[in-house]
């Protein structure tokens, strides 16, 4: 049936779908029928598309003008000169290939399986239950739900709805959301566009609720047939590999220069030309940094699965680098900041003011004064119907099910001795809470022949919408506004969020709702005022960013008084000061917002659109802002800022698609902790970067010296190759595994227009590049000197050589401080490198197969002396250098303090 009339459901009668789809329009499928379908439609995905095949995946590895280069070498050599030779540089080619292709899939595969994890869930009705379940778990015929900031999660022929609004963007490319209707009776030519009474699988519900059949699943949905046309794969790469590449191009360029020049100086020396050539070969290998994309690609991996671990899934790759950027946080209040564990404190109705005792979702605790209010009554009822969560209880703890605002509205009902019993008053119809209306309502048929609106929201939307009060006895008497807002003032002041509640009493003929009967004469029940307590990790990571240069600013809807006490107890900066409530954003210039988001912590009262205005303000002072959201509305303001994070718990779809990050636990802590790995990253691609340029320059220069000085190599191309291919896995990447520096949240941040080599780095290159020229052409000498064998010599230069590179490893622990400073034993994996690395070295330098191969040879133990003592002396001279830095540095602080 499906891929018969796949494409025609919107031209069939609602009635005429649920006949051909054979499913309840109320009850929704049966378990046993569900299980049929899925196993005979199969589940609710798209089908992979076929990526490259792991040959082209593996060829790519060579499309690098580095390596290319590397190959064409090994093609001159087996012609000028050793066959041998040539093999063995094709291999540790080949073999740097193989490492790059693992590494590649193993990062691609770890970006895959973090972003599964965030999975579309989907509402349906089964047997007459409202569950909710994997969206791949849906069949054709299964009725499923759609409400506000849902993801469509396949065909539907809508079959109710209200006021159902769909943004169709990522299928038909309208900007507009579109408006649908279950009753619509369209053409079967009627474009995919238009088809009002569908709603089509990856599309975003705006606004409104409706209920669908599923129609269509998988590859047969309109996006799986567009799936079908398209191809995308997914690009590893971020602004800093792209870095990467093109600061390859320039190597690649200087190095190709210096390889002419080198042969050049060598002809008008008169050396043989086939003898110089090779020289120049050996100096292209040499000065190649071959291993360096691969290993940037994993340490950005490395950093992904690291947030992962503390709770922030990384959905673009480019935001671990923008995170070591971030300059200013804006956060929500509700769940992020706080626990997100509401408890109603304060109740105000009949013109009297009640405590609520006991804390948290658990029912125990009481209500006093004591007495028999009916005031109080009413509005302990009307948050018991007019909410859609639960409590449930297991193993004595108490949890909610659903809004947290709602639990604890219920859990004063019970405090105050209604029962979850009195919940079974039939409720005939409701309108969901939007923030465009600020109020949700419903009606129960409470018996009688009467049937009671409820209604929750605002103070603002209610009290616009009252007409009378109720006095404790539960009689209409003339509403006090002015009292009401002196009571809320009064709550909020003490850090509550307040609600609102009415009430208008209807006949038994009224059985719908519209925003029409909310309009006018409800009678105003009082306000109910409740506590979401700062989360103490939340009142930390604030401390925390505001050290590391970071400035947090609170965006909410809450009153503003409540914004204000909660951010003062949190410890934002200015908090104390003003807080800006929207309709004082509204009456800004652009100019005026730019300095007042600079300059401001708190803001109160804020619509969608203006969070999106703040957005831009800020960013137009130069900062690079996270911006947290959970809502439908949100979604602009995530999408613009450079870091949107979404929530994993409360997040919508929406907000979820727009984000960079989001957050498994909606902790603000969290968010700090991402910023942490973030720079925690950046610094060890610098790391990485900073230690293996000199290993390439001090080679080059060795080759180079010999050129110019006219005598014997004192490193051949294969060994070159040995010490890069071994010491870029041995050592190189041992680096990415490196912890966060004790002081890393206490830098200010980075700037991201910053080159990634600083001066002092540059210099620092350059001074481990010369030591190593001094360490490898010395010892070469002199082992010559002394008469012994050329290959022992050379076996020496090349010990010098990894033997710098391991104790310099120890030096690029930490670009400023000493290794002891950071835990000489912190990153056990350094340790296991060089371990590793030493016994490559004894395996080159005493192994006869390694000796044939790489023309190598034993050496004596005081050969191993003087090798280790220019390692020793390479690593005082670096620790020296950084030791003078920050003597200087620490100068400079106390001369600008005085």
């Known amino acids: 049936m499906q891929t018969l009339l796949g494409h025609h459901w919107h031209h069939l009668p609602a009635d005429e779908v649920r006949l051909l789809l054979e499913t309840d329009p109320v009850k929704g499928l049966d378990t046993f029928e569900v299980r049929h379908r899925q196993e005979r439609f199969g589940p609710n995905v798209l089908t992979p598309q076929k990526g490259a095949s792991p040959l082209v995946r593996f060829l790519r590895q060579f499309n690098n003008p580095l390596i290319l280069i590397l190959l064409a070498s090994s093609v001159i050599t087996a012609v000028l000169k050793d066959p041998l030779d040539a093999a063995v540089i094709f291999g540790v080619v080949f073999i740097n290939a193989v490492i790059g292709y693992a590494q590649e899939a193993r990062a691609e595969q770890a970006i895959e399986a973090l972003a599964q994890t965030i999975s579309t869930e989907a509402t349906v009705i089964r047997g007459g239950k409202t569950l909710r379940v994997n969206a791949a778990e849906l069949v054709p015929g299964d009725l499923v739900t759609l409400l506000s900031g849902a993801k469509v999660p396949a065909d539907l022929r809508l079959i109710r709805s209200r006021d159902l609004q769909v943004a169709e963007a990522a299928l038909t490319g309208e900007s507009a959301p579109v408006e649908k209707a279950a009753d619509a009776h369209l053409e079967p030519d009627t474009l995919l566009a238009e088809r009002r009474n569908m709603a089509y699988a990856s599309t975003l519900v705006t606004y409104g609720q409706a209920t669908g059949i599923v129609a269509a699943i998988g590859d047969n949905t309109e996006v799986g047939r567009i799936s079908r046309l398209l191809s995308e794969a997914q690009e590893l790469q971020t602004p ?35 003898e110089t050539f090779y020289a120049a070969i050996a100096l292209v290998v040499a000065m190649i940094p071959e291993g360096l994309p691969a290993a940037l690609t994993v340490t950005l991996a490395i950093g992904v699965s690291r947030m992962a671990r503390r709770r922030a899934i990384i959905r673009k790759l480019p935001a671990v680098e923008t995170l070591g950027s971030t300059t200013v946080i804006c956060s929500d209040k509700t769940g992020t900041l706080t626990q997100n564990q509401m408890t109603v404190t304060e109740i105000y109705a009949g013109d009297t003011f009640y405590t609520v005792s006991g804390a948290g979702y658990a029912p125990t605790g009481e209500i006093s004064p004591v007495g028999d209010s009916m005031a109080l009554r009413e509005i302990l009822t009307a948050g018991l119907l007019c909410n859609d ?44 809470f939007e923030s465009q209306h600020q109020y949700m309502a419903t009606l129960h048929d409470l018996g009688a022949d009467r049937r009671m609106l409820y209604v929750k929201g605002s103070i603002e939307a209610i009290l616009a919408r009252s007409g009378v009060s109720l006095d404790p006895a539960g009689l209409p008497v003339a509403l006090d506004r002015d009292a009401v807002h002196a009571a809320a003032d009064r709550m909020a002041a003490d850090g509550l969020r307040v609600l609102a509640f009415a009430r208008r009493e209807f006949s038994l003929a009224q059985v719908a709702l519209s925003h029409e009967d909310l309009c006018c004469n409800l009678t105003f029940l009082g306000l109910q005022g409740m506590i979401d307590p700062p989360r103490q990790e939340a009142i930390q990571a604030v401390a925390a960013a505001q050290t590391a240069g970071i400035r947090v600013k609170m965006i909410t809807g809450d009153h503003a008084l409540t914004a204000g006490t909660i951010a003062r107890q949190i410890g934002l900066t200015g908090a104390a000061g003003r807080v800006l409530t929207g309709k004082e954003l509204a009456e800004l210039s652009d100019e005026q917002l730019i300095a007042a988001a600079d300059e401001t912590s708190v803001f109160a009262r804020v619509s969608p659109e203006q969070k999106l205005r703040l957005v831009d303000a800020l960013q137009a002072r130069g900062h690079v802002v996270a911006m947290t959201g959970d809502g439908v509305n949100d979604a602009p303001a995530l999408k613009q800022a450079n870091i949107g994070v979404a929530m994993g718990i409360t997040g919508t779809d929406v907000s979820k698609e727009a984000a960079d990050m989001v957050l498994t636990d909606d902790n603000f802590a969290t968010i700090a902790a991402a910023i942490e790995e973030g720079r925690t990253v950046f610094d060890n691609l610098t790391k990485m970067i900073a230690w293996t340029l000199p290993t390439n320059l001090g080679q080059g220069l060795v080759i180079l010296a010999a050129i110019v000085l006219g005598v014997t190599l004192p490193i051949l191309p294969i060994q070159i190759l040995w010490i890069n291919m071994m010491t870029a896995v041995l050592l190189g990447l041992t680096l990415a595994m490196e912890r966060g520096e004790p002081d890393i949240m206490r830098r200010p941040p980075r700037d991201p227009g910053a080159p990634i080599l600083t001066r002092v780095l540059v210099w620092r290159v350059v001074l481990v590049g010369l030591l190593i020229l001094v360490a490898a052409f010395g010892l070469f000498e002199l082992e010559l000197g002394l008469g012994v064998d050329i290959a022992v010599a050379r076996t020496v230069a090349v010990n010098a050589v990894v033997i710098i590179e391991i104790f310099y490893l120890f030096n690029s622990r930490s670009l400023t401080q000493s290794p002891f400073r950071i835990g000489f034993f912190s990153n056990r994996w350094v340790l296991a490198g060089a371990a590793a690395m030493t016994l490559a070295q004894l395996a080159f330098t005493y192994l006869p197969p390694f000796n044939r191969v790489f023309a190598s040879a034993p050496i004596s133990p005081a050969d191993w002396g003087r090798i280790v003592a220019f390692g020793v002396a390479g690593y005082l001279v670096i620790e020296a250098e950084k030791w003078l830095r920050r003597s200087k540095s620490k100068m400079v602080m106390r001369s600008n303090r005085g």
């Open 240 to 274: 800093l590999t792209r870095k990467i590449a093109g600061f390859s191009k320039i190597v690649l360029y200087a190095i190709l220069v210096l390889a002419a020049a080198t042969f050049g100086i060598g002809v008008l020396r008169g050396q043989p030309a086939g």
């Open 389 to 432: 969560s639960a409590l449930a209880e297991s193993e004595g703890r108490w949890t909610a099910q659903g809004d947290p605002t709602e639990a604890a509205l219920i859990t004063a009902a019970l405090k105050g001795g209604l029962t979850l019993a009195q919940r079974e008053a039939p409720r005939v119809d409701a309108i969901p």
